[in-house]
């Protein structure tokens, strides 16, 4: 215990200030907590090897899990599935052309530069470009005064519809690697059942979770002080989480579920009466243990590796595969008017399921190797940094030069 709580301070310290540094200069928390994991992960190429142990502590992995687990609870609150089914066929052709393109990209670029590697493996490389990062353009649109513009809705609504997507590509290869690793043979049924289980599930979870929080949630908004409230929406995460699990899903796709369906709505009442609703309960867990992810995550880098100029080389290619796939994007644009660049770079960012995505990739093997290991990883991790960094100015640049909002 002594050496967790000692981890824990160095993680929430330094992570903090990471990211406090990086949005005093209006950029992603999340990029500052990345370096001050990747400073506290590398310690041991000055000759201190006292932190090595924190990268592979159970508890501090629990920790980091749950936080991914409300990250991804959050990310559902902020999303709206009215929002997703109004946006119109703009934002689903968008959504898929920017889940298809990168992955197609990001498989062979890993082929060409790992060509031992077992194909799934390349795919799932591959699953780690498919997301966009709602977050980080939904703040750059709302600094702009952009979000209600025709790019704004078509990009916010793909977004979340590449989460969507996002998460049943990736229930699907981690599904085929477990049967390949498992020795079972490969056949389309196998990709018919798990694309039918992922959506079933979330099917299933939408419509009952929605008319569950219809009736729970709406009572318990207008009749229940604020710890019993926040107990039972993290009881419903944690329910939703495990029946995903169950299913052979990955849990934060029942976490993403959770927060999706309990209504924003049955909030309004406790706001009238200037109490807290379920995302500003929800803050102060995420502060404290979405950080503790991130840092992992960046313990998890490797900078020897980047003195092998073919990992520098990869991390080139997935970055411009990850660029250039969002870039197809904007062939699925339908809307008269809207600005086709600009829909193409806010879809650049892959910011934190980029990054989740990796992780779970890091723990998957296949013939008893790491679907992602340490080199590739390391590249991942460059790709998520750089696609999140140059998003803002591009996406800033782009859009004062466009027509105002109307």
Same mark, same amino acid.
């Given at each position: 215990m002594p050496g967790v709580l000692l981890g824990l301070v160095l993680i929430l310290t330094l992570g903090r200030l990471g990211g406090a540094l990086f949005e005093k200069l209006r950029l992603p928390a999340v990029l500052g907590e990345l370096l001050a994991g990747i400073a506290l992960g590398n310690l041991g190429l000055l000759g201190f090897h006292g932190l090595d142990a924190l990268r592979t502590d159970p508890t501090i992995a629990v920790l980091a899990q749950l936080g991914v687990l409300f990250l991804l609870f959050q990310v559902g609150l902020e999303s709206d599935a009215g929002r997703m089914a109004q946006v119109g066929a703009s934002a689903v052709v968008v959504a898929v052309l920017g889940v298809v393109a990168p992955m197609v990209l990001g498989f062979w670029a890993t082929r060409a530069f790992f060509p031992d590697h077992?194909?799934?493996?390349?795919?799932?490389?591959?699953?780690?470009?498919?997301?966009?990062?709602?977050?980080?353009?939904?703040?750059?649109?709302?600094?702009? @005064? +952009?979000?209600? $513009? #025709?790019?704004?809705?078509?990009?916010?609504?793909?977004? !979340?519809? =590449?989460? %969507? /997507?996002?998460?049943?590509?990736?229930?699907?290869?981690?599904?085929?690697?477990?049967?390949?690793?498992?020795?079972?043979?490969?056949?389309?049924?196998?990709?018919?059942?798990?694309?039918?289980?992922?959506?079933?599930?979330?099917?299933?979870?939408?419509?009952? @979770? +929605?008319?569950? $929080? #219809?009736?729970?949630?709406?009572?318990?908004?207008?009749? !229940?002080? =604020?710890? %019993? /409230?926040?107990?039972?929406?993290?009881?419903?995460?944690?329910?939703?989480?495990?029946?995903?699990?169950?299913?052979?899903?990955?849990?934060?796709?029942?976490?993403?579920?959770?927060?999706?369906?309990?209504?924003?709505?049955?909030?309004?009442?406790?706001?009238?009466?200037?109490?807290?609703?379920?995302?500003?309960?929800?803050?102060?867990?995420?502060?404290?243990?979405?950080p503790v992810f991130f840092v992992l995550m960046g313990m998890g880098v490797d900078l020897r590796v980047f003195a092998r100029g073919d990992i520098l080389g990869f991390a080139g290619v997935l970055t411009a595969a990850a660029i250039l796939g969002k870039q197809a994007c904007s062939l699925g644009v339908l809307t008269p008017g809207a600005d086709r660049l600009a829909i193409g770079l806010g879809m650049i960012p892959r910011g934190e399921v980029g990054l989740i995505f990796a992780g779970i990739g890091a723990t998957l093997t296949l013939g008893g190797a790491r679907v992602i290991d340490g080199a590739i990883y390391s590249a991942v991790v460059v790709m998520v940094a750089l696609t999140t960094l140059l998003t803002p100015p591009l996406l800033v640049w782009r859009m004062r030069g466009g027509r105002r909002e109307a």
């Open positions: 077992a194909p799934l493996a390349s795919w799932f490389v591959g699953a780690t470009l498919c997301a966009t990062s709602v977050g980080i353009t939904a703040r750059v649109l709302g600094d702009l @005064g +952009r979000t209600n $513009s #025709a790019e704004g809705r078509i990009i916010l609504g793909a977004a !979340v519809i =590449d989460d %969507v /997507l996002g998460l049943v590509v990736l229930a699907i290869v981690q599904g085929l690697i477990a049967a390949e690793d498992r020795g079972v043979a490969f056949h389309a049924t196998t990709v018919l059942a798990i694309v039918g289980k992922a959506l079933v599930f979330l099917m299933a979870a939408v419509i009952a @979770g +929605r008319w569950l $929080s #219809a009736r729970v949630f709406a009572v318990a908004a207008r009749r !229940v002080d =604020d710890g %019993v /409230l926040l107990t039972m929406a993290l009881a419903f995460c944690f329910l939703l989480a495990w029946l995903a699990g169950v299913v052979g899903l990955a849990p934060i796709v029942g976490a993403f579920a959770a927060g999706l369906v309990v209504e924003d709505v049955h909030f309004h009442e406790r706001r009238e009466r200037q109490q807290h609703g379920i995302e500003e309960l929800m803050r102060p867990l995420t502060t404290f243990l979405v």
